[in-house]
């Protein structure tokens, strides 16, 4: 019976319990207003062309750009920074790709054949090196010339977009090369291969986290930079790769993101990603002021934003008013996970929670 | 002082706990008007916690106070402070970007129609600060004051809400003799206006000087009320500690007669300094040896230890470090590089420069160590463990485990983690700035056996200490300061108080280097 309470106590007091409760919550509405494991059902996964789909899949794939920013965001805010350059960047990534491939259709012995402009391999190495320039510019704001983050970021926020559109000289560029749409909308195993791509880059950062020592110095510099300098850590290096790896995440979203809409635009490409990729980060229970972050958390995060927006569409929240029913689902999110919150609510927590 | 007299402030069987700790069992205390009241014990003896209860932090599972005979249960500071029950924490709680006048009297500033009376408000503040003899410009921001006066406008700021109970929480830590001397004239004069003055605080010395009543806690609980004059300093810290004292002469460096050490140089810079920070100056370190900075605060002492380190880089002068292994010409121009030559480094303020509060004592352990192997040979999760738990038990950190936040330990215990984490990294040159600053006595006493036990096995230690009394018995030799340059040098049988007082006021009776 202790055993049990004992057992309770303990999963009320890990770090993601409550996204997960978040995203289970939004699930079940979902499963309530789509009921059954049926083709109309929420819950319903089928077959199609060898590959898996229904709404969970959809979902998942969807929200794969979003869980990459993200992934790179967590590790900004715990070293106790922020990056709202995100969106352009993977405006910058898009534009990249998609002038670097273009694609034309030409006629090989008889055949039509997609010919590409660069080697796709090339073009995409170039976009996420862009991206990574990208990071790299923010990185040295911050820890080279020690700019409040928000400010350095805000200056790439406002000229990314530019750059990308002197890329795409103003237009949008559409891409008429097959292979490169795999990317975003492509399957491998019946699985959506952006899936992978995001599985791919946590695993890495998870296997970082368990053979490394970043995430003991990620979280050490951001609770407190001054005694981790003497302490013997290079924050300021640290800061910097963390920012460029930022700028790689957004950047392999931005490929993903305009695979899947086969083009590039520079004006509209992950427009508003660096707010819900912070929105992301802090549902997962990482805080704005950093130290402490959870990867997973962020992951989930991300989940919740898109099946909140799937949600908002799919049972028929008139258009104009979905970007409200968005703000107060968070608003009631972020509401829970405050604890000042639940302690004025539920009065406890008061006593139990004292330091000695 | 008449004890038939009816007492101020009168706590009785106070109990407090938390989760898996009893803080406060059955503690009582009796304050009385016009009385300083010393109140004494080992960090985690329960004072702060007392004092909490007091204030309205934490409310008691049990047990009653009463204020001048009445029943009063504080839910908030705030309500303690309306009741006339003012505190004045070791760590000054004030706004540093506020002028001193408005910190003396944020949240009732006077008022004239509806409007701030900022001539009225600098005036009052004025006023209450001549009271204590200081004369300073209230309308200056805070910051820009040393943190002795900082604190003294703490004071003012609780004196002028008349209160009855003032409560002292450790307020000469950081402050100098004349300082303290200055704080001690003004409890005098509260004193003799009827305050009732709870003072905590970890010198003796201070406590012999001033008291006239003393309260003893240990574990939680009252060991007792005596007068000074009935307590002499072997009997007190016996109470404190709960055992025989032995007494500090025990931990002497270990040769008889302090000889020079013949060992070899460690570290010996020539000409070295940075323009506005310190003067060009020599210094020797030997292999094995305790070198000991004297000086008044703000003689740069600690700019002197973090130049070393190169946690400030230094811009003249030539350093010469060798342990054998590691060789470096130049000074160090990071902390990294400092560590990497095998240097380690506690700070004077463990809060800001020293623990990653929401780190885990394992965390903050192996944390220079793995710095020092870099990022990307993380030492495995099994042997941090044997890591931390090696030094928790070696230092005798008191926690569960080390796997709690190094931020919810007392005082004493961080400062031996923080030793703990150069110690992990196996240095030859340990650098330690006020180690026991706001420790208990018998943590002092162990922290400093600990390292002199290290020196013996050849570790060599810079150690900075504002306590003179403590530089002169752990030290070999003691190089003294005076602002911001080197003024001279004691070695061997020379080292003790006087001298270093001698060349600290500026005879020239030592020679000068």
């Known amino acids: 019976m202790t055993k049990a309470f004992r057992l309770i106590e303990d999963a009320r007091r890990h770090p993601l ?68 350059s995100v969106g352009a960047v993977v405006a910058i ?22 010919v590409s402009k660069v080697p796709m391999a090339l073009a995409l190495l170039a ?7 990208c990071g790299m510019w923010n990185g040295a704001l911050v820890a080279g010339l020690s700019m409040q983050p928000i400010i350095a970021t805000l200056i790439l926020m406002v000229a990314g977009r530019g750059v990308a559109q002197l890329l795409t000289d103003g237009q949008i560029i559409t891409v008429y090369y097959p292979p490169f749409f795999f990317l975003g909308s492509g399957f491998l195993f019946g699985l959506p291969f952006s899936l992978y791509v995001v599985a791919f880059v946590l695993a890495v950062l998870l296997c970082l986290t368990r053979f490394t020592a970043l995430q003991l110095f990620i979280q050490s510099v951001g609770i407190n930079p001054v005694a981790s300098r003497l302490a013997g850590l290079n924050a300021r290096a640290l800061t910097f790769w963390v920012y460029t790896f930022c700028g790689v995440c957004a950047g392999i979203a931005g490929l993903i993101i305009s695979s899947n809409v086969k083009s590039a635009d520079g004006n ?21 002021a950093g130290g402490r972050y959870s990867l997973w958390g962020s992951v989930i995060g991300a989940l919740i934003i898109q099946t909140l927006t799937y949600t908002i569409y799919s049972i028929g929240v008139p258009p104009e008013v979905n970007l409200v029913v968005k703000a107060i689902v968070v608003f009631a999110v972020c509401l829970m996970q405050s604890s000042a919150f639940r302690v004025m609510v539920f009065r406890r927590g008061s006593l139990t929670g004292a330091e000695v | 002082m008449d004890s038939l007299q009816q007492p101020v402030l009168e706590m009785r069987g106070i109990s407090r706990s938390f989760p898996g700790v ?18 004494m014990g080992q960090n985690g003896a329960g004072k702060s916690t007392l004092i909490k209860v007091l204030t309205g932090v934490h409310a008691p599972d049990a047990g009653e106070m009463r204020l001048h005979g009445e029943c009063i249960r504080p839910d908030s500071p705030l309500a303690a402070q309306q009741l006339g029950i003012a505190t004045v924490y070791q760590e000054v709680n004030l706004c540093p970007n506020l002028s001193v006048a408005e910190n003396i009297f944020i949240g009732r500033f006077p008022a004239r129609r509806g409007k701030i009376d900022w001539a009225a408000l600098n005036r009052e503040a004025r006023d209450e600060l001549g009271r204590m003899g200081l004369e300073i410009d209230v309308s200056a921001q805070l910051d820009t004051f040393p943190v002795a006066i900082q604190q003294m406008v703490a004071i003012a700021r609780a004196v002028s809400m008349d209160s009855r109970v003032l409560i002292l929480d450790e307020p000469t830590s950081s402050l100098d003799d004349d300082e303290v001397e200055q704080l001690f004239d003004t409890m005098r004069m509260l004193k003799g206006r009827g305050v009732a003055i709870l003072f905590v605080t970890h010198f003796l010395d201070q406590v012999y000087a001033i008291s006239d009543r003393i309260t003893v806690m240990r574990n939680g609980e009252c060991e007792g009320e005596y007068l000074p004059e009935a307590l002499d300093r072997m009997a007190l810290i016996s109470k404190m500690i709960g055992r025989a004292y032995v007494p500090p002469g025990e931990a002497c460096p270990d040769d008889e007669n302090r000889t020079e050490s013949s060992n070899a140089a460690l570290l010996s810079v020539r000409g070295f300094g940075r323009r506005g920070l310190m003067q060009p100056m020599d210094l020797e370190l030997r292999q094995g040896e305790v070198l000991g900075l ?29 342990d054998g292994i590691h060789n470096s010409h130049r000074p160090f121009s990071s902390p990294r590089e400092a560590i990497r030559a095998g240097l380690g480094y506690c700070p004077e303020d463990r809060k800001t420069d ?13 944390l220079a160590l793995q710095a020092r192997r870099g990022w990307l040979r993380g030492i495995p999760l099994r042997q941090q463990r044997a890591i931390a738990d090696h030094y928790v038990d070696l230092l005798g950190i008191r926690t569960p485990d080390a796997e709690k936040s190094i931020g919810k330990l007392s005082g004493g215990n961080q ?18 700035d006020e180690p026991t600053r706001g420790i208990d006595v018998a943590a002092k006493q162990e922290i400093m056996e600990q390292v002199l036990a290290l020196c013996r096995k050849g570790l060599s230690i810079l150690f900075i200490s504002s306590d003179l009394d403590e530089t002169v018995r752990v030290s070999h030799r003691v190089a003294v300061l005076r602002d911001r340059s080197k003024v001279g040098e004691l070695a061997g049988n020379e080292v003790e108080e006087g001298a270093i007082m001698q060349i600290i006021a500026g005879s020239e009776r030592m020679e000068l280097r």
């Open chain 1, 17 to 84: 319990v409550w996204p997960l409760l978040t995203l289970v919550v939004i699930v079940l509405v979902n499963v309530f207003a789509h009921p059954g494991f049926g083709p109309q059902g929420f819950l319903h996964v089928g077959v199609r062309e060898g590959h898996l789909f229904g709404a969970l899949v959809d979902i998942a794939n969807r929200a794969a750009p979003l869980m990459l920013v993200s992934l790179g965001m967590t590790l900004v805010i715990a070293v106790r920074g922020i990056d709202i």
């Open chain 1, 93 to 114: 990534s898009a534009a990249v790709a998609a002038t670097l491939i273009g694609g034309t259709l030409v006629i090989e012995n008889g055949a039509p054949v997609y």
């Open chain 1, 127 to 133: 976009a996420v090196g862009a991206a990574a320039l």
């Open chain 1, 268 to 288: 509209n490409a992950g427009l508003l990603l660096e707010l819900d990729a912070i929105l992301a980060v802090t549902l997962g229970g990482t805080s704005l």
């Open chain 2, 22 to 39: 009893r803080a406060l069992h059955q503690a009582s205390l009796r304050l009385h008007a016009g009385e300083i009241h010393s109140l």
């Open chain 2, 294 to 322: 004297g000086g008044l605060l703000g003689s740069g002492r600690t700019e002197t230890a973090r130049l070393l380190f190169g946690a400030d880089k230094a811009d003249s002068g030539e350093i010469e470090f060798s």
């Open chain 2, 354 to 366: 020293g623990i990653i509060a929401e780190l885990s004592v394992r965390e903050n352990i192996i």
């Open chain 2, 415 to 432: 400062q031996k983690a923080m030793l703990a984490r150069w110690l992990a990294t196996d240095p030859a040159m340990l650098i330690l």
